[in-house]
């Protein structure tokens, strides 16, 4: 009876021991990884700040970084900028404070608070981060090499500048983000690692497009797309879409089209993100609209639409309107219009939907820019209805006015001309006295 008894109360104390080794700060926050990696944002969420308040707790300031850093990457996921921006701030602030020096963490959550200011627009902060990032991964290679390239950290001395370089084409500083990437092409020329070389070729051959250098642009496009070795497949995808958009430029479509639609079945493949496989059929479209195959073009972009199915979250996909626009413009007008109106109250809708999760002032600054755009495009569409309405008056209007000018014309030329003929007879009448008075004197 007693041992059966002390078994009882070992296993409960064994059971016990057991949840709470299993509810420790470190197994807390692998969970919550874990979670994020599934796409479960919830319970991620959930354990992290389990995570956080347990550490905190037990005084553990290095587990209260790593929770703190955790929840910047979960927000940065979930694409809730402005909770990313708070928690990558207060782990890179906690990790300052510390006696001890990670620089692994600070790159890390430097990266994080570079990316989080380029998602925002604010891409001059965010190329600053990033060169303070790039100098702080100098310094932890240099510290601990070994340990950087076992886990693969060094990659950091290429994406960080590559990232900057992106951000400061972003803010229209182009020749000090091509300087830099050419730099990165020198030094990586013979690279272990091709799919951060694919990326700044890629990113090359876009500032070439922007300088309209299509043919070197095409080059740097052909060498992220046929590059040799594991390049990933997102990023091929990218470059061929990319070359075939050179190719379209040059009018070679039968090329161009053979690109996009490789690009394509690549994004099929790995199963892309939606929008990415709508830009592709996008161009498609625009690729038969400049050979005036209406139809085709139409074909494409109603495919789209279908791989687009949350098109209504995206603004920037609503230029696809405009096309079918374009292209019903010269098929079927009553079509056409229906597509001109549907840019703008998509948009409108759109922008009704964000105010009401969301009231910040950066919305507040886009909704105005997008509300000029929407005013800009109604008043537009007025002037074209009012001259389809009203084209045969003002023709009329023109034509008696061109007639009055005419009329007013003739009679002042005919007064000009009685002016010069009475000048002339009078000129004369003189020359003709004078010439008296003059046979007078002889």
Wanted: glycine letters at 4%; charged letters at 25%.
């Amino acid at each position: 009876m007693f041992r059966r008894r002390n078994t009882f109360l070992l296993t409960i104390l064994l059971a016990f021991g057991a949840v709470s080794v299993a509810q420790t700060p470190y197994d807390l926050l692998e969970k919550g990884m874990t979670a994020i990696g599934n796409g479960d944002a919830r319970s991620a969420v959930e354990y992290t700040n389990k995570a956080y308040y347990r550490a905190k707790e037990s005084n553990d300031q290095f587990s209260m970084i790593k929770a703190k850093g955790n929840m910047a990457y979960i927000s940065i996921v979930v694409g809730d900028y402005a909770a990313a921006q708070v928690n990558a701030g207060d782990a890179y602030g906690y990790l300052k404070k510390l006696d001890t020096v990670d620089y692994y963490r600070e790159t890390l959550y430097l990266s994080y608070l570079g990316d989080i200011s380029s998602k925002q627009g604010d891409y001059k902060r965010a190329a600053s981060i990033y060169e303070i990032a790039y100098q702080t991964a100098k310094d932890y290679v240099k510290a601990y090499p070994d340990i950087a390239s076992e886990y693969g950290d060094t990659d950091w001395l290429y994406s960080l500048p590559l990232d900057r370089a992106l951000a400061l084409k972003a803010n229209g500083e182009n020749e000090e983000a091509g300087d830099i990437l050419l730099t990165l092409l020198d030094n990586m020329e013979y690279s272990p690692m091709p799919n951060t070389l694919s990326r700044v070729n890629n990113q090359i051959g876009l500032l070439k497009m922007d300088l309209n250098e299509v043919q070197s642009a095409q080059s740097f496009f052909g060498k992220a797309a046929f590059a040799e070795g594991e390049i990933d497949k997102s990023l091929r995808a990218v470059a061929l879409h990319n070359l075939a958009w050179t190719y379209m430029e040059q009018e070679d479509y039968t090329k161009s089209k053979e690109y996009y639609q490789k690009a394509y079945e690549i994004k099929e493949e790995i199963s892309s993100q939606a929008g990415s496989k709508f830009i592709t059929l996008l161009d498609l479209g625009e690729l038969e609209f400049r050979q005036k195959d209406y139809e085709e073009a139409i074909g494409y972009w109603n495919q789209a639409l279908l791989v687009h199915e949350g098109i209504e979250e995206d603004p920037k996909a609503f230029v696809i309107y405009e096309w079918f626009d374009k292209a019903y413009t010269a098929l079927n007008s009553s079509e056409a219009d229906r597509f001109a109106s549907l840019y703008t109250s998509s948009m409108a809708d759109w922008i009704d939907s964000q105010k009401e999760r969301s009231s910040g002032p950066e919305l507040a600054v886009f909704s105005t820019r997008v509300d000029n755009i929407i005013a800009a495009r109604e008043a537009s569409a007025r002037r074209i209805n009012d001259l389809k309405r009203y084209w045969p008056y003002a023709a009329m209007a023109l034509l008696v006015l061109a007639l009055f000018i005419y009329q007013v014309q003739i009679a002042l030329n005919k007064r000009r001309d009685r002016i010069y003929e009475q000048n002339l007879r009078t000129d004369r009448a003189h020359r003709a006295d004078e010439i008296l008075k003059q046979i007078r004197r002889d």
